[in-house]
């Protein structure tokens, strides 16, 4: 079957330039759109043509349907990757492309509307077996119904929007007398940022590592797991350190949660590339927490564990190719784990754009960095604050944390504030370094200045 000839990146930065890398390897030929605030960006140095699609403001380029369907009309692209954020996991975008003869590498329209709808998700899954958190079945109707939920299972719980996502519309309950208040509060942020103040109520656990598992399901219904992260480490509802494999996962402990992970995926016809995200508790047991259509953040320490380029997976199986390889295929060799560096203050995590006078990222064994910064661009301040992603690799935990160390004191980053200060923190601390750490981390061992 043959590839795409050309395909269009509909997303800037780090991501678009790994995608373009993968389609160089394929030999796909590649098509860059970009902002007005983004003209000297390296994604659009990098593809074989690009095309601006609008102003700086994201609503009006990166976000711009119509735009970015022009651009790929213009251009003769035949597929489009929408890479992770801005248009990824949009529904009416993959059926925009669709409707205009144009492949989204990515999952059906039908699943990316169903993964977005985490209530609805979540009660399928329940249905089919997978176990889920106790909590409402599906959505909760009104407050009399979320009571009588809290009734049944009891406080604590967390009410959380069924559109939601980055923690808005979440509220946790700890006493009945409560509910009142966080439940109007949950659905007013929910309506404010979705449109939608649906709700749906889960048992809350205090105490939780959260571990997601990457598949890659075909047109045929063949569906793989490559393993699992653990994303505990995050501040705010954004993930700042992943790892893989998770420290605490037996044999057993992998192909348990991958297993449910692939049935989750063959419950909802899954195909291409997902994310099944887990809830795991401190007595080990494994719960379904939503599913994500898009490709990750986090996917190159799966593909430094694994050594499966998931980008070039992606778009041969949006091209129709079936998995190359099954299962017992997958090998799982060394540790591998990545820090999301950001152009923020690391005392306070307030962005920072600027000029960068100076850039130098590290390298040498085991050191991966993906990034479109270069010396000289000025980082806009019109997106987010991701401006390299460093990504270890060793035989063991012990080397991949060594090698992040001396990766982090390599990078040489001057004109603008980074995170990376905030990194070398965490790899010294003695609970990160024995794997004694949950969701609660980072307020709990880090001071960040409030
Ligand atoms: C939870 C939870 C505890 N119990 N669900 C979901 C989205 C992710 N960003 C955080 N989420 C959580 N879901 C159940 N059933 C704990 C979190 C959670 C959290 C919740 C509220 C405030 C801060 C939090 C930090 C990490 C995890």
Not at 90 to 97: D, K, Q, R, T, V
Not at 99 to 124: H, M, N, W
Not at 196 to 225: C, T, W
Request: proline share 5%; aromatic share 6%; with cysteine.
């Amino acid at each position: 079957m043959a590839l795409f000839r050309k395909l269009l990146i509909a997303n800037r930065s780090e991501i678009a330039v790994r995608i373009i890398r993968a389609c160089k390897e394929l030999g796909i030929k590649t098509v860059a759109v970009y902002s007005a605030a983004d003209k000297e960006a390296l994604h659009v140095m990098l593809a074989d043509e690009s095309i601006c699609i609008g102003p700086a403001s994201s609503s009006q380029s990166y976000l711009n349907i119509p735009a970015i369907i022009s651009a790929a009309e213009i251009t003769d692209a035949e597929a489009v990757h929408p890479g992770y954020g801005f248009l990824a996991e949009n529904p009416h975008f993959a059926e925009a492309c669709m409707t205009s003869g144009i492949t989204f590498v990515g999952p059906t329209t039908e699943t990316i509307r169903l993964g977005g709808d985490k209530a609805k998700a979540r009660q399928i899954m329940k249905r089919k077996g997978i176990p889920v958190v106790p909590g409402s079945d599906g959505p909760i109707l009104d407050e009399e119904a979320a009571l009588k939920i809290i009734k049944k299972i009891g406080v604590p719980v967390i009410i959380k929007a069924s559109s939601g996502g980055g923690g808005k519309g979440m509220r946790i309950v700890n006493d009945e007398k409560d509910l009142n208040q966080a439940y109007h509060m949950a659905q007013r942020e929910a309506l404010a940022s979705f449109g939608s103040g649906e709700l749906y109520i889960e048992k809350f656990i205090p105490e939780m590592r959260h571990v997601e598992v990457q598949i890659l399901a075909d047109h045929k219904g063949n569906v793989v797991h490559l393993g699992e992260r653990d994303c505990s480490i995050q501040r705010r509802h954004q993930k700042l350190i992943e790892e893989s494999p998770y420290i605490l996962a037996t044999p057993q402990f992998r192909k348990k949660i991958g297993e449910l992970a692939v049935k989750a995926a063959k419950a909802m016809r899954y195909r291409n590339a997902g994310t099944v995200e887990f809830i795991v508790e401190s007595s080990g047991d494994i719960y379904f927490m939503e599913i994500n259509t898009r490709i990750q953040v986090e996917h190159p320490v799966t593909e430094m564990i694994t050594g499966v380029d998931l980008i070039k997976e992606q778009i041969k199986i949006a091209s129709g190719e079936p998995l190359s390889f099954r299962q017992q295929d997958i090998k799982f060799s060394g540790h591998s784990m990545e820090c999301r560096i950001n152009a923020e203050d690391p005392d306070r995590f307030i962005p920072c754009p600027g000029r960068l006078t100076m850039f130098i990222p590290p390298g040498g064994p085991g050191i991966r960095v993906d990034t479109a910064a270069y010396c000289g661009w000025v980082i806009p301040p019109h997106y987010d604050s991701l401006i390299a992603k460093l990504i270890s690799y060793g035989k063991d935990r012990q080397e991949a944390v060594v090698r992040m160390r001396r990766a982090l004191s390599e990078f040489k980053i001057e004109g603008i504030r980074t995170t990376i200060p905030f990194f070398m923190k965490v790899l010294e601390d003695p609970d990160f370094l024995s794997g004694n750490f949950n969701t609660n981390f980072i307020d709990k061992n880090i001071n960040i200045a409030k």
